[in-house]
């Protein structure tokens, strides 16, 4: 079984900074791409930003030099550092990730999501 877990969530000021992360567990041969999603209430779940086991990186428009994704391969963790946070930031982030099985199979998994408040 794979468990995707996220934490660092939080209530923070416009303005501050927040720093999530996404650890993966089980029976994981290795990551391909992860990515982080969020979802604010009434709203559809949008990309946020995407790293590649190779470290390259994809950014929405709305975050760009704002947050910045990485990742450890060797701990299986996935790290988004969020800063200059805009009330607008506001929302559930989920992480995903792309993984080949220990058995040889291939899954797309997602954790359980951490919410994030940015108050004006």
């Known amino acids: 079984q794979v468990q995707l877990r996220e934490s660092g969530g939080g209530l923070v000021q416009a303005g501050g900074s927040l720093r999530l992360s996404c650890a993966a567990s089980?029976?994981?041969?290795?990551?391909?791409?992860m990515g982080w999603h969020r979802q604010a209430p009434g709203k559809q779940r949008d990309l946020v930003a995407t790293?590649?086991?190779?470290?390259?990186?994809n950014y929405a428009d709305s975050v760009k030099g704002r947050f910045t994704i990485s990742r450890d391969n060797a701990k299986n963790t996935m790290y988004l550092q969020m800063n200059s946070l805009k009330p607008e930031d506001t929302a559930v982030y989920y992480c995903n990730a792309d993984l080949n099985m220990q058995w040889g199979g291939r899954r797309v998994s997602w954790g359980q999501g951490t919410q994030v408040t940015v108050s004006s």
């Open positions: 790293i590649t086991s190779g470290g390259s990186t």
């Open positions: 089980g029976s994981i041969g290795s990551i391909n791409i």
